[in-house]
């Protein structure tokens, strides 16, 4: 008799229930289930801002990737924001830091710096 074996890995399914909740947050979707088909393009624009904003892209850029106004990209950005304001105090600490010693540090603690921020200070 085969057993099923647990993990505390969320795995593929948890994945794709994760997309189709952003895509149906973001885009306004009142169904319950999003039809993969139907919705494709959505999914795929909410998982491109979901990576964009986790590397810092900005609404301008995101308005030239999927060639709309940059205020409709701004409204998205911030529709992806709610709810999730912790994101936004973690990445805006993470630029104060950039600002006022030079670099950020990665988990790994490896020092990034920037080009705004390489001219005024020196990374040890």
């Not at 393009?41 to 106004?69: H, Q």
Request: proline share 3%; aromatic share 12%.
């Amino acid at each position: 008799m085969k057993t099923k074996s647990y993990t505390c890995h969320p795995g593929p399914q948890s994945k794709k229930n994760f997309r189709s909740s952003m895509t149906m947050l973001l885009f306004n979707l009142t169904v319950f289930l999003l039809m993969l088909d139907m919705y494709a393009s959505e999914r795929r624009k909410a998982k491109m801002l979901n990576f964009s904003i986790a590397y810092g892209k900005t609404p301008v850029g995101l308005a030239r990737d999927w060639k709309v106004l940059v205020n409709e990209s701004k409204e998205t950005v911030k529709r992806w924001y709610n709810g999730r304001e912790e994101v936004l105090r973690w990445q805006e600490a993470r630029k104060k830091e950039a600002r006022s010693i030079g670099c950020v540090y990665t988990l790994l603690g490896r020092a990034r710096t920037f080009p705004s921020t390489k001219k005024r200070y020196s990374v040890t």
